[in-house]
Every structure is written in structure tokens, then in C-alpha cells.
Antibody, heavy 127, light 112 residues
């Protein structure tokens, strides 16, 4: 089955750390760039971070730059998000998402849209 | 990077067509064709409806269509159905920005 399954969420105090994981299955993981997107319950979506297929190119939202680190293990088909110095405003449901690829007759390429999502893992930062 | 602006709610009667706007700036929507739209049912992860402004992924109903003019992208839902009464988000990608993906504020569609 083609799916993404997040884990690692929980309750943590401000200033604490948490590591989220996303297990991918049913597709060739290292063909795809991957992202983390979060959503405060009842609110909108916010892009957090992404990593290219090989793991050597990453990007972060300004709100998490310097505190969060994204990584991937293609041998294990997994994506991770290390979250340090957590703040109350980081409280959200964190989704792992796959960046869509489209193909023509010559090659395949990322089209910068999210075509597969996990079910999310909840992170609550509270004292 | 500020969120893209969407109307909080849009409504229509069954069978009608409605359009959801997504307004940005010349630094995001105005400078890219990498605009996507998502549908989110309550308690569920978002689902991709449209990518690259107008393209539909396999399996997405032809009732959903996308367009763009200047700094505003739009999602049109034709033949409105009761199951369309959920939340919709736009998203743009601009690679030169420090935060390349920006989502819209979200729109709740109501079927009257």
C-alpha cells in the first residue's frame, strides 16, 4: 500500500525537543522530494520544511529556521524532523507530505505540489 | 512570507458553479505557475486537486478547474455537490524565496 505514516508527536515543555518520523511505503522513496507541513487545529496549513531526494538540499520556513532540522534515510525509506527549542506556537498537527513528480517523454521532475500526505502527528508545547 | 489571501467562505446552491480566489503578490503567485489547490475534509489530511495552476492529478473530478490572472489564482467548482462542503487551500511555490511554499488562508465552501 502506498502510504506515509508519521510518529513521534507528543507533549513537550517550552524549550524542549522532539523528533518526528515519517515511514514511507509503496513507492520509490528516493525518487521524491519530501516536506513537512503543519496545521494548528481549526486553522490553516503552514509549510515547515523540505528536503530533496538525496538529502543534501534542505529548506525551512523562517519561523523554524535554526531550530528544526529535516533529514532522510533513503535506505530505510524514512523522513525525520528534529525540533529543538520548541515554542508554544509550534503546537500543531505535523504532516509528512510527498512532492509530486510529473513526467514527459524525456524525464520526470518535481512539480512543487503535495500529492500524498500522512495522517499527521500532534505536537503540543505547553508548560 | 505572508499567507495568500482567500475568502473565509464561499457558498452556492447544488448544481451551480463557484469560484474561490487566492490573492498573492508579484513575488509569489504573480511570478510562478507553480500554484496548487487542496481539499481538506474534517479530520483528514489535505488532498491535491490542482497543480501547476490548471492541471488535475489522475482521479480528480473534472468539476474542479484552476486558473490564474496576475497575482490571483482561482479554483472553480462546477456542478456543486453536497460533498463539496469542506475546506479548500491554495499554495504557491517560488524557489527564490526564503520560504518557497506559501499556503492560502483557507476557504470553507457551503452548499446551500
Amino acid at each position: 500500500e502506498v502510504q506515509l505514516v508519521e510518529s513521534g508527536g507528543g507533549v513537550v515543555r517550552p524549550g524542549g525537543s522532539l523528533r518526528l518520523s515519517c515511514a514511507a511505503s509503496g513507492f520509490i522513496f528516493d525518487d521524491y522530494a519530501m516536506s513537512w507541513v503543519r496545521q494548528v487545529p481549526g486553522k490553516g496549513l503552514e509549510w515547515v520544511s523540505d528536503v530533496n531526494w538525496s538529502g543534501d538540499n534542505t529548506a525551512y520556513a523562517d519561523s523554524v529556521q535554526g531550530r528544526f532540522t529535516v533529514s532522510r534515510d533513503n535506505a530505510d525509506n524514512s523522513l525525520s524532523l528534529q525540533m529543538n527549542s520548541l515554542r508554544a506556537e509550534d503546537t500543531a498537527l505535523y504532516y509528512c507530505a510527498r512532492q509530486m513528480r510529473d513526467c514527459n517523454r524525456i524525464s520526470c521532475f518535481t512539480v512543487y505540489a503535495f500529492d500524498m500526505w500522512g495522517q499527521g502527528t500532534m505536537v503540543s508545547v505547553s508548560s | 512570507q505572508s499567507a495568500l489571501t482567500q475568502p473565509a467562505s464561499v457558498s452556492g446552491s447544488p448544481g451551480q458553479s463557484i469560484t474561490i480566489s487566492c490573492t498573492g503578490t508579484s513575488s509569489d503567485i504573480g511570478s510562478t505557475n507553480l500554484v496548487s489547490w487542496y481539499q481538506q475534509l474534517p479530520g483528514k489530511a489535505p488532498k491535491l486537486l490542482i497543480y501547476e495552476v490548471t492541471k488535475r492529478p489522475s482521479g480528480v473530478s473534472h468539476r474542479f478547474s484552476g486558473s490564474k490572472s496576475g497575482n490571483t489564482a482561482s479554483l472553480t467548482i462546477s456542478g456543486l455537490q453536497p460533498e463539496d462542503e469542506v475546506d479548500y487551500y491554495c499554495c504557491s511555490y517560488e524557489g527564490s524565496s526564503s520560504s518557497p511554499f506559501v499556503f492560502g488562508t483557507g476557504t470553507r465552501v457551503t452548499v446551500l
